[in-house]
């Protein structure tokens, strides 16, 4: 299974930006979709994740500014990233928990390589 992020990149400070996080593969299922972000000397955090049904969930930091949304038809989630700020300065990483086997009871977690998100005050 492949998670191949895209739509990071410089911006300033009020500005907006979307990523997109693309699963591909041996699939059978993907339930959680999310976005995770690591700042320099920090350790990573949730951003937000979006169920199958698409219950989200949110950190405190970025409810009201960020919007996650995923398709199920291509397990493809995306992350809509309004009024930014310095502080949103990350790699940002995608996941997905997917079940390669019919016959597998839990879901396994994968990583996307990461995106960076540069906010420029």
């Known amino acids: 299974v492949q998670l191949q992020a895209s739509g990071g990149g410089l911006v300033q400070a009020g500005g907006s930006l979307r990523l997109s996080c693309a699963a591909s593969?041996?699939?059978?299922?993907?339930?959680?979709m999310g976005w995770y972000r690591q700042a320099p000397g920090k350790q990573r955090e949730l951003v937000a994740t979006i169920t199958t049904g698409g219950t989200t969930n949110y950190a405190d930091s970025v409810k009201g500014r960020f919007t996650i949304s995923r398709n199920n038809a291509n397990d493809t989630v995306y992350l809509q990233m309004n009024s930014l700020k310095p502080e949103d300065t990350a790699v940002y990483y995608c996941?997905?928990?997917?079940?390669?086997?019919?016959?597998?009871?839990?879901?396994?977690?994968?990583w996307g390589q990461g995106t960076q998100v540069t906010v420029s005050s």
């Open positions: 593969g041996r699939i059978v299922n993907v339930g959680v």
């Open positions: 996941s997905a928990d997917v079940k390669i086997w019919r016959v597998q009871v839990y879901f396994d977690r994968y």
